[in-house]
């Protein structure tokens, strides 16, 4: 199944900066590891804000819930999904 995600990161004004940056690497490797892995397929910064629009693929709803709250910045996040579906005009055979 796959979904939109809009992840925006809102870390407190307060929070030491070596918390913040330990923060920000374990986020980046465990993104990296999902994209490999095929989970997290699209990963594309929204310009001007600390945000990003990804597409996630996984086998349920529930899935893609555990994986969300293993980010490490997933306390510090708002999150909108959607769910979607292939369009029927797509040209992509790998739209599922």
């Known amino acids: 199944m796959l979904f939109h995600v809009k992840m925006t990161v809102k870390l407190p004004a307060d929070m030491p900066t070596a918390t913040a940056a330990k923060l920000k690497a374990d986020e980046k490797e465990l993104a990296e590891q999902l994209q490999r892995s095929?989970?997290?397929?699209?990963?594309?910064?929204?310009?001007?804000?600390?945000?990003?629009?990804?597409?996630?693929?996984v086998p349920s709803v529930e899935?893609?819930?555990?994986?969300?709250?293993?980010?490490?910045?997933?306390p510090y996040m708002e999150i909108e999904v959607n769910?979607?579906?292939?369009?029927?005009?797509?040209?992509?055979?790998?739209?599922r």
């Open 38 to 57: 095929g989970t997290w397929r699209h990963l594309w910064r929204i310009a001007g804000h600390y945000a990003n629009y990804s597409v996630f693929d």
């Open 63 to 74: 899935a893609l819930h555990d994986t969300l709250l293993q980010l490490p910045l997933f």
């Open 83 to 95: 769910g979607l579906c292939r369009h029927p005009s797509s040209i992509h055979s790998d739209d």
